[in-house]
């Protein structure tokens, strides 16, 4: 059975600190790997995409890693922002049911100004 | 905006009654998935319909159902509500030309139902 867990489960740092997210999976047969961002109460915006082939994904100043074999991702953000304050969830995408989603529990991130 | 709707915002129901949430997918979009979000954790899967049909189903019993419609709107319909079915639920929608996948999925901004 596929699980994600997210490290840390919150996580404060001042503004303009670069910073990372962690993702773990422990069935390493996935199609893709997503990271999205929530806000307080919202519905979920799709940051990043990873194709199982893929090793990386960059957008502005968010990169995503994903390493397969170790079952592994990394969210970087760069030179955060208060406006970058949100949860942060992974999830994956199995090879044996590419039509549901897998996630975290998600990374509570506040950047102080 | 990623044109996905979800009707309505918030919902409260008492234990035991029954409550339809409504998506309206993004134009153009034929599968959409339902997630049941309960505070303080990752979304969990639901079912998904592709083109009318259901297409695949988590671990949620049979009074959780769904309908996706011609124009490819869909709800989703709860039975015997319990406590614990209060939450956040989010449909995504996606456009799959072969067969239904998570490639690019678009998340509505969700239904909160509170179960008293």
């Known amino acids: 059975k596929q699980e994600v867990t997210q490290i840390p489960a919150a996580l404060s740092v001042p503004e303009g600190e670069n910073l990372v997210l962690n993702c773990s999976f422990t069935d390493s047969a996935i199609y893709n790997l997503q990271w999205f961002r929530q806000d307080p109460g919202k519905g979920l915006t799709s940051l990043l995409l990873?194709?199982?082939?893929?090793r990386e994904q960059t957008s502005g100043r968010l990169n995503a890693s994903l390493d397969k074999s170790s079952g592994r991702s990394t969210l970087y953000i760069a030179a955060s922002q208060p406006g970058d304050s949100a949860t942060y969830l992974c999830?994956?995408?199995?090879?044996?049911?590419?039509?549901?989603?897998?996630f975290g529990s998600g990374t509570r991130l506040l950047v102080r100004p | 905006e990623t044109g996905v709707t979800q009707s309505p915002t918030h919902l409260i129901k008492t234990r035991g009654q029954q409550v339809t949430l409504r998506c309206s997918s993004q134009?153009?979009?034929?599968?959409v998935s339902w997630y049941q979000q309960a505070l303080g954790q990752g979304p969990q899967f639901i079912f998904q319909y592709y083109r009318e049909e259901e297409n695949g189903r988590g671990n949620f019993p049979p009074r959780f159902s769904g309908l996706q419609f011609p124009n490819y709107s869909s709800e989703l319909n709860v039975n015997a509500l319990e406590l614990d079915d209060s939450a956040l639920y989010l449909c995504?929608?996606?456009?799959?030309?072969?067969?239904?996948?998570?490639?690019?999925?678009?998340f509505g901004p969700g239904t909160r139902l509170t179960v008293l």
């Open positions: 134009s153009g979009h034929n599968t």
């Open positions: 990873i194709q199982s082939s893929q």
């Open positions: 995504a929608s996606s456009h799959a030309s072969s067969g239904p996948s998570t490639d690019t999925q678009y």
């Open positions: 999830a994956v995408d199995h090879l044996d049911s590419s039509y549901k989603l897998i």
